[in-house]
């Protein structure tokens, strides 16, 4: 007789510290998964907690919350098997990152992660002990294995629940998402899967938290590695696949994203769950009319929608007449709220304050940034009377090497474009209007420009974008030597310029707001560098 087992992967999206919503969400899950007839329902990594709770973990009320939720989830688990991922803390006190296994209101069995990322975004030995043994449990004849998330990226505990008997593996998953990160999951579970001979069930979280997003995309892969099933990325899906001795079947499966649109993705998902779970009513943007605010705008708009966002031209004397033209041509495209309040009056006022301060000193930088904050305060100001949060424009080719002004354009709650470099801006840029044309071209084409004094180009006082940008992402993401990108024919002065800015303007990255992680290395949880360092880089 041919062996056949339903199981149902809940990619959801869940919110830390929200325990009894996460619950709800699980059950809902559970639910859906019991009337489309499901026998196993697999969720994602501590998917009751929410990934990651940080140091919500050290907190005994924290735990003891999660102990009555997770029994409200065991309660739900009639005539359906449900693999729960949450925390456990044991009667001596050791916490575990935890899958349990449960039906009909009982726990059948138990896994504990094993392999503990203390890497990138990843600090899980903090708080967590690392557990021992496996989990292998049948249903309807059929022997599955379970797995947390890291393990999957091991050998060894694939191995060892194969030799425990396991035909199934399913893994738990919270994976963050970056560029390329879909590709190199896909090869570690290929790998899980031919070496063991075994098929994989792949469950993954979707949804934004804090500068992570998580991109879903779960899938399935039969005992050679082929991909069978492939659910949705960045989108709530409650996917049903069958086991049928042989391999998966399954009739949903979504098509391969390409790597634009999933950037894109990720920044939308970003700022819609940072604004939506914080309870923010909507979100102000400083509207420049360059393209930085404007892909900011674009996908501000994508993500909550015109009427929660409000956008703000503050122009002053050096403001070009295009700037202008194309922020309304722009505001009006998109249907959003357009406001202009021009700063000329609060310059003036600045000047005649501070004219004996500066009285016999050259015009410099100083001018220039207090327009950028007399900028910030107006955003800031509309934020306090209407609780919408300012959303900051400046992309990660700035942040790295200080081209912003704090309390000025670095002002602000959420940085759409933390980790975008200035050449990935114009490339999603370019992008979102093959979607629709929502960004003037006239914005895509000109030089970039931050207009604080007559005829201002940012190229004045940057290396070109394309080289800057290369030894950002050398330096930074990839961790390469000044030596190295030298030796492959980067110029040595805008290397050894370059690399000293991203230096001197860490004091600056730790005061900016949070903003989506898209790359394999962002200025936030995975950059952890010394403000007051005397190390200097060998050329």
Known sequence: MTISLHIAVAQINLTVGDLAGNADR??????????????????????????????????????????????????????????VGHPLREEDGRCYNAASVVRDGTVRARCRKQALPNYSVFDEQRYFTSGEGFCVFEH???RLGVVICEDLWQSSPARAVREAGAQVLLGLNASPFHVNKRLRRLDELRARATENQMPVLYCNLVGGQDELVFDGASFALDADGQKTWQAPSWEEHVGLVEWVGDGWRATDSAPEPDADAEMYAALVTGVRDYVGKNGFPGAIIGFSGGIDSALALAVAVDALGADRVRTVMMPSPYTMQMSLDDAREMARRLGVRYEEIAIEPA?????????????????????????????????????????AIVLTTGNKSEMATGYATLYGDMAGGFAVLKDVSKCAVYRLSNWRNTVSEVIPQNIIDRPPSAELKPGQLDQDSLPPYEILDAIVEGYMERDESPREMIARGLPEEAVRR???????????????????????????????????SHYRDEF
Not at 58 to 76: I, K, M, N, S, T
Request: hydrophobic share 40%; with cysteine; net charge positive.
């Open 26 to 83: 699980l059950i809902g899950a559970i639910e859906k998964a019991r009337e489309a007839g499901a026998d196993v329902l697999l969720s994602p990594e501590l998917a009751l907690a929410g990934y990651p709770p940080e140091d919500l973990l050290l907190r005994p009320d924290f735990h003891l919350a999660c102990e009555r939720e997770f029994a409200r989830v065991v309660a739900a688990s009639r005539d359906i098997t449900v693999v």
């Open 140 to 142: 309807k004849g059929v």
């Open 347 to 387: 310059m003036k006022v600045f000047a005649d304050l501070l004219e004996a301060q500066f009285r016999d000193l050259p015009e410099d930088t100083t001018e220039e940034n207090l327009q950028s904050r007399i900028r910030g305060m107006i955003l800031m100001a509309l934020s306090n009377k209407t609780g």
């Open 498 to 532: 370059v690399v000293r800015m991203l230096k001197l303007n860490e004091y600056k990255r730790r005061q900016a707001p949070v903003g989506t992680r898209v790359t394999s290395k962002g200025f936030g949880k995975d950059w952890r560098y010394p403000i007051t």
